[in-house]
């Protein structure tokens, strides 16, 4: 039993400090942007487009430099009428838009319209120029929920 202890300790010690360094336990401080925050220091712009059945299509672009050089990934943040969180969902860098400039990042989702105003993207980028950072850019500050529609 002795020697299960003398083993069982040490090993459970590395446990415990390999969750404690894992990038999934980081935490990494989150802000808002507004859309002139976002244009004017980030490069970051939302469009909308119809998009069919699946509603309207939201993307971000930006370009990979400054803060969004160390960008890791983004994700669809939707809440309810009272803010409160109903889901995640992680969105695939670049997803096809046959109008995107060249060295253009984008990431996208699609919602019926009348979604819209709970949708949120989230921006991340660990090892950045501003440490490990997120960025939350609401879908209603940047698009006319009226008539969201940027490009045609």
């Keep these: 039993m002795k020697n299960a202890v003398r083993i069982a300790t040490p090993l459970l010690s590395l446990c415990v400090a390999a969750l404690a360094t894992s990038p999934c336990l980081a935490l990494i401080e989150v802000g808002v942007l507004t859309k002139d925050q976002a244009k004017a220091k980030y490069g970051i712009t939302m469009h909308a487009r119809n998009n069919g059945d699946a509603g309207i299509k939201v993307w971000l672009e930006f370009k990979k430099e400054g803060w969004l050089e160390a960008f890791n990934y983004a994700e669809l ?76």
């Design 77 to 152: 943040r939707m809440e309810d009428p009272k803010g409160k969180h109903l889901l995640t969902v992680h969105l695939s860098e670049n997803p096809h838009h046959h109008r995107r400039p060249d060295g253009v990042t984008a990431v996208a989702f699609s919602a019926d319209p009348s979604q819209l105003e709970r949708c949120n993207f989230l921006v991340v980028c660990y090892g950045s120029n501003e440490g490990d950072v997120g960025y939350i850019m609401k879908v209603k500050d940047f698009l006319d929920l009226e008539n969201p529609i940027t490009e045609k």
